[in-house]
């Protein structure tokens, strides 16, 4: 059996940064899950808590500006185009144009807070010519709580449940298995709800 031990600690830090990236630009990967791996990492003294932020707020912001670059180079036209390759339908792509419109950078900012919208916000701020320093702002703003909230939260949840997790890391052999399991299983729920979401959506518009 694969011992993911070694590999968290020699490339943990770039396997934040990729997930979240990869996240941010809107692949079914689970970002919010390895920020409270790493969290819960940090706990037991594996990784630093400092890197550990730093990499996920630079990891988020550049998901994020690659996803704002993408759209103003290309437009709408092409997030259509190719959005269904990450289960991007028209309702969620004009609801989350609605919400960048009215509410500008507020809006980036509390995208940055909602799954499904949160990779989104870029490139639908790119299209519409929404001000890359205004979107930079409101966007690292967003990571600057996001990352450090979902990290503590894996913090605290090592701290406060350290008894079961001791009592798991018998029963299953380690605790990294355990997690690694749940973030695979999370990957796959939300690669199913993200395809099934997007086929409703065309269904009931073959419909109308």
């Known amino acids: 059996m694969l011992d993911a031990a070694p590999l ?3 490339w943990g830090y770039w396997a934040i940064f990729g997930v979240v990236t990869l996240g941010n630009l809107g692949f079914p990967v689970p970002e919010e899950g390895i920020l409270v791996f790493a969290g819960y990492l940090v706990w037991a003294s594996r ?3 400092l890197p550990v932020l730093a990499v996920g707020i630079l990891a988020a912001a550049t998901g994020d500006n ?18 269904h390759t990450i289960f991007i339908t028209e309702e969620r792509l004009d609801k989350a144009r609605q919400i960048v419109d009215r509410y500008g950078s507020y809006g980036v900012f509390v995208a940055r807070f909602v799954p499904g ?12 010519a929404f001000p890359f320093p205004r979107f930079f702002i409101a966007n690292l703003l967003g990571g600057l709580i996001y ?8 913090y605290f949840l090592g701290k406060s449940l350290a008894e079961v997790w001791r009592q798991l890391e018998r029963m299953i052999g380690s605790v990294e298995h355990l997690a690694l399991m749940i973030l695979i299983f999370a990957a796959a729920v939300i690669a199913l709800w993200r395809a099934l979401s997007s086929r409703k959506v065309e269904h009931g518009r ?3």
């Open 8 to 10: 968290i600690e020699h």
């Open 47 to 49: 990784l630093r808590a």
């Open 66 to 83: 690659l996803g704002y670059w993408f759209g103003h180079h290309y437009g709408q036209s092409a997030i259509r185009r190719f959005g």
């Open 117 to 128: 919208l949160r990779f989104m916000a870029g490139p639908v701020a790119g299209s519409t």
């Open 206 to 208: 073959s419909h109308t």
């Open 147 to 154: 990352v450090p909230l979902s990290v503590g939260a894996g």
